[in-house]
């Protein structure tokens, strides 16, 4: 079946290939490159660091829509509204990869003899079936400065101490990030957290410390949520990704500190939806995404690591901010040894069974909110 | 008689010479061995993800209908079968090798079984616990690692004593790497292997120790095994409770051993044949595990929950202390290859963790929490059963990095060990070689003189008659060789009796008369050393006890003179310096 779709998408991009090797094929009426990403502060220098350039390039317009990341999305709405290329979290790709709903990549056809040095300049992060790794970001926790003038959280159990540090906590709903904070807070090393997530006694020991947090919870979905949940003073802890932390901090001067403790790493990925409308167009945008420029430019306009190294030395001063972007990236040294770096395949192949036990959770509780 | 042979090698190879191989040696062991214990961790680890041993592997199979557990019933036990065929068809010992094996050797200057029986043992380890059987993976490593120093011994490069100082520099290089814990490595070399400290041999296995660890540390970048928070202790009265805990481990310790024993013992009269024996274990593991989980392999997942206070409610920590005890000793005692410390350390760690618990539950007394009570558990546990207290106590503080806890731990582990040695032994390992004939409990000096047949001490011309020449050509041969007494056989060589020069008597009958004393094949010179006390005579006949044939004759001054050989080569091993 594997082989017979890819026959399918090579002959596919073949036809595609002629019908653009064809002179003057209609290129001033072509449908715009549809490209999938999160909105928000994140969409926002993502257009400026690799969309706007990327057409100013090739004269392919991109359209960008938005969506909440999961895969439920990518099987509702990828077919009929276009998607051509979509900003995923690395865990959601290996899903959708392997349900068929994200087209295989060739590192070989896309990329050449730079395949392999490519994937030497991206390790740790690894080139998928259907994924090119693109940056790193962390799942971090933050908090309202205003809401508390003596002592500061500062480490990841200040966040399961409602005694200490009163106040609803912004958490997003769902069982990814919470649970390993929660075996975190109870003293398990990161290199374990997963390994005891993994046995009905670690997922009840990190639901025993959730419940510490009842009633003491707002849930989110959106990332842009979080940082505007504490610079209205709903919330006083949140959890978040780092770079719109960064962003309402740093540049709207929101009152939002970052704790790094305990931070949670992760790759995000472009891949490629099967639906794809213009596939060509779509390797063409993986093949100058993926190339150092772009990815420094948008590392320093939101502070998410660039997935290649040799991209790090091109990271600068941030254009609106003027603050010099590399010490806010998630794997700068000063934030600290207590780190925690996502195992995707485990995610993914995990998420039905945590998704469930997370719903039942709440159902118990009535939190359901 | 050994003597002029060590004179002359000593005066062979000068003392750079020496320096340069001893380091050579350290230095190649030492890389070898930590590179062939980071081998077997990660095959092991690797095995038990594909084989959907790890959690983290079988969580990810979940919703694949009966997949997990009908590998959780059948693997083990495939693994049994597989763990049969390989010790049978490639091991010439047809048994794993172990650390007992290891002290054996060092301690009387043997060669270590050949490699052939080590290879396929090291294999048989990898498949029982990458296969998930209820076996430690330290005691394989230790082997691996004693292998990998017993090439040395084939080089011949003519350094005293460098064939048991490879050795343990192997030893101590596994450990160095497998634990992260060089000083342990260090320390166990020997504590448990060497049993002496000398200069000479405390070199190079520091040497080969601190090479394990930047293999280990700076080259794969490793992490301490066990971290673990704690801010100490809390209350003074609190280190009577980690004393009372370590008797009680000691306790437990001695059952554990006892039953792996007693289980081994019996295993050839249960009837299962030997190569089904594995299997069956295994089997039990995989049912056990349907249930409790957390016996499969090593464990690491519950060694951490042990810390963590209501991850197990107090039921489930004596349940699982149960089982893991008789899962671990039926998976020995039936033939699956691996060792007991990591089982020991799972055990200590749930029995600690319960102890607390059953503390805390009174409400009388006030703790610092579980974590050091578990901590303490897991090491007064080990520590008898290894035998090896310092090593235990530095494994503590280099596993956790925290030396509050390796304070209260030091206190459990020599309580432990005193109670478990007064009643059991010094360790598992001494106690399996004393069955196999090997008691080391009198220390190395008596345990090598046990070791030495006193037969092997004959007279090279002894005055010996026999009665198919008569009587009085047999005096006058003895006046000849001015003799007073001479030892008689018949014509088939079977011993007589003493003829002495003053005897009276015209037969062979009324001239001979039994001996004062007799040795036989079996009598060792650690016996003839107690038997001689108060004799008089100059010789001692020593005659075969099966069919009384006269095997030889030896001379007070010959047993003597083998005591001073040992304690003269145990004296130059032990203050060797180069």
């Known amino acids: ?369 | 008689m050994s003597q002029p042979a060590r004179t002359s090698l000593r005066g062979a190879t000068a003392p750079a010479y020496r320096a340069t191989v001893l380091t050579l040696c350290a230095l190649g062991v030492g890389a070898l061995a930590s590179l062939a214990a980071i081998g077997l961790t990660d095959a092991v680890v690797w095995l038990n993800e594909v084989l959907l041993i790890a959690p983290r592997a079988r969580v990810q199979y979940e919703g694949a209908g009966l997949l997990v557990p009908l590998a959780t019933v059948l693997v083990p036990a495939v693994g049994g079968l597989l763990v049969a065929l390989i010790l049978k068809g490639l091991s010439p010992q047809g048994r794993p090798l172990g650390p007992p094996d290891v002290i054996e050797a060092v301690q009387f200057e043997r060669p270590l079984p050949g490699p052939r029986g080590g290879v396929a043992s090291t294999a048989a380890a990898m498949v029982s616990l990458g296969f998930g059987a209820s076996v430690g993976q330290y005691g394989p490593m230790v082997y691996l690692g004693a292998m990998i120093g017993g090439l040395v011994r084939r080089l011949r490069l003519n350094v005293p004593n460098l064939p048991a100082i490879a050795v343990a520099c192997g030893v101590a290089a596994a450990i160095s790497t497998a634990f992260n814990a060089p000083i342990a490595g260090l320390v166990f070399a020997h504590e448990v292997v060497l049993r002496h400290y000398s200069t000479q041999a405390f070199a190079p296995t520091t040497v080969a120790a601190a090479t394990g660890y930047v293999f280990a540390n700076v080259i794969f970048e490793r992490p301490a095994l066990f971290l673990v928070r704690f801010g100490g202790v809390e209350h003074g009265h609190e280190f009577a409770l980690f004393a009372i805990l370590g008797l009680l481990a000691a306790g437990l310790a001695v059952v554990f051993m006892r039953l792996t024993l007693w289980i081994a013992a019996r295993a050839p009269r249960t009837g299962v044949p030997a190569w089904l024996r594995p299997a069956v274990a295994g089997l039990a593991v995989g049912l056990t595990a349907l249930w409790l989980p957390d016996v499969l392999g090593i464990g690491k997942e519950a060694l951490r929950f042990a810390t963590i206070e209501g991850a197990f409610a107090p039921w489930e920590l004596a349940v699982l202390v149960a089982a893991k005890l008789a899962l671990t000793a039926l998976c020995i005692g039936f033939g699956f290859a691996g060792g007991v410390f990591s089982p020991a350390l799972l055990i200590g760690i749930l029995f600690g963790a319960l102890c607390w618990n059953l503390v805390a539950a009174t409400g009388l007394v006030a703790t610092s929490g579980i974590a050091v009570y578990a901590i303490c558990g897991m090491m007064a546990l080990t520590s008898p059963v290894i035998g090896a207290p310092l090593t235990t106590i530095l494994i503590v503080f280099e596993l956790t990095r925290n030396y509050d806890i390796t304070i209260a731990a030091m206190v459990a582990v020599v309580f432990s060990n005193l109670l478990a040695h007064r009643v059991f032994g010094r360790s598992l390992f001494d106690v399996q070689l004393a069955r196999r004939g090997t008691d080391l409990s009198a220390g190395r000096d008596w345990a090598r003189l046990a070791a030495i047949p006193v037969a092997d001490r004959c007279v090279p011309d002894p005055m010996v008659a026999n009665t198919n020449e008569g009587l009085d050509t047999a005096r006058r041969r003895m006046a000849r060789a001015d003799r007073s007494e001479a030892f008689v056989t018949d014509a088939d060589g079977t011993f007589r009796g003493v003829l002495h020069a003053e005897a009276h008597g015209n037969s062979w009958e009324e001239a001979l008369r039994p001996p004062d004393l007799c040795f036989d094949e079996t009598t060792t010179v650690m016996d003839a050393m107690q038997a001689i006390r108060g004799f008089v005579g100059d010789a001692i006949p020593v005659i075969d006890s099966r069919d009384r044939r006269l095997i030889g004759v030896v001379t007070e001054a010959a047993v003597i003179e083998a005591y001073l050989d040992v304690s003269q080569a145990l004296r130059r091993e032990e203050n060797a310096v180069l």
């Open chain 1, 1 to 369: 079946m594997r082989f017979s779709s890819q026959v399918i998408y090579r002959a596919a991009g073949i036809l595609v290939a002629l019908a653009l090797a064809l002179p003057g094929a209609g290129r001033a009426d072509e449908p715009p490159l549809t490209v999938v990403s999160w909105g928000g502060s994140y969409e926002a220098a993502q257009r400026k660091a690799i969309f706007t350039p990327f057409t100013e390039a090739t004269g392919i317009a991109v359209e960008v829509k938005r969506y909440d990341g999961g895969i439920a999305e990518l099987r509702d709405r990828a077919a009929a509204e276009g998607w051509d290329v979509i900003d995923m979290l690395e865990a959601d790709a290996i899903s959708g990869c392997e349900a068929g709903l994200l087209a295989p990549l060739d590192p070989q056809a896309l990329f050449g003899d730079d395949a392999a040095r490519l994937a030497g300049d991206m390790a740790p992060a690894v080139i998928r079936r259907c994924s090119l790794p693109q940056n790193v970001y962390a799942t971090v926790m933050a908090y309202d400065d205003r809401a508390f003038p003596g002592v500061k959280p500062t480490r990841i159990e200040d966040f399961f101490d409602v005694a200490r540090f009163p106040g609803k906590r912004a958490i997003r709903r769902s069982p990814d990030g919470i649970l390993e904070w929660a075996l975190l807070a109870e003293g398990v090393p990161p290199s374990q957290v997963y390994d005891l997530l993994s046995t009905d006694r670690g997922l009840r020991l990190a639901f025993r410390r959730l419940d510490s947090l009842r009633g003491h919870i707002i849930w989110w979905e959106d990332a842009a949520t979080p940082p505007r949940l504490l610079e209205e003073g709903k919330a006083v802890m949140a959890s978040g990704y780092n770079g719109r932390f960064f962003t309402a901090a740093r540049r709207d001067g929101a009152p939002i500190s970052v704790v790094w403790d305990g931070r949670l790493i992760a790759h995000d990925v472009w891949a490629i939806s099967a639906t794809a409308d213009r596939p060509e167009a779509a390797r063409r945008f993986l093949r100058f995404a993926v190339r150092p420029g772009p990815m420094a430019r948008l590392a320093e306009r939101i502070p998410y690591g660039p997935a290649r190294r040799s991209a790090l030395s091109r990271i600068g001063l941030g254009p609106e901010t003027g603050i010099p972007m590399r010490d806010h990236l998630p794997n700068a040294p000063q934030h600290g040894p207590r780190k925690l770096v996502r195992d995707s395949d485990w995610a993914s192949h995990t998420r039905a069974m945590r998704q469930r036990r997370f719903e039942a959770w709440l159902e118990k509780g009535g939190d359901g909110g």
